[in-house]
Nanobody, 123 residues
């Protein structure tokens, strides 16, 4: 099965950067899409970035605002977050799903999830 592990979270001040990593230690042998979601306390989980098996990217632009970049070496992926703001404070989750079945607007469409890594941005 798919074992996803996030890392790279931490506490930063507004304007600073972080890079989150998602390591897939037991990857499946068929193509899979990957994404990052985030969830703040008391809020719904929201999509951040999507990277399909073919390398195509999608971002939730109202969230990312041109500041984040998702990339993968196929098996694993990273999320580079620049110019962080206090509203970026959340637990960030890596997710994987089957191509053409997983969609960033629908967290439940993803099959595999990591446990999350926390990001705190102070003003």
């Amino acid at each position: 099965g798919m074992d996803l592990l996030e890392s790279g979270g931490g506490s930063v001040q507004a304007g600073e950067s972080l890079t989150l990593s998602c390591v897939v230690s037991t990857p499946i042998l068929i193509p899979y899409s990957m994404a990052w979601f985030r969830q703040a306390p008391g809020q719904e989980r929201e999509g951040v970035a999507f990277l399909d098996a073919d390398g195509s990217r999608m971002y939730a632009e109202t969230v990312v605002k041109g500041r984040f970049t998702i990339s993968r070496d196929y098996t694993n992926n990273t999320l580079r977050m620049n110019t962080l703001e206090p509203e970026d404070t959340a637990t960030y989750y890596c997710a994987a799903g089957l191509p053409e079945k997983a969609f960033l607007k629908f967290p439940n469409s993803f099959t595999w999830w990591g446990r999350g890594t926390r990001v705190t941005v102070s003003a």
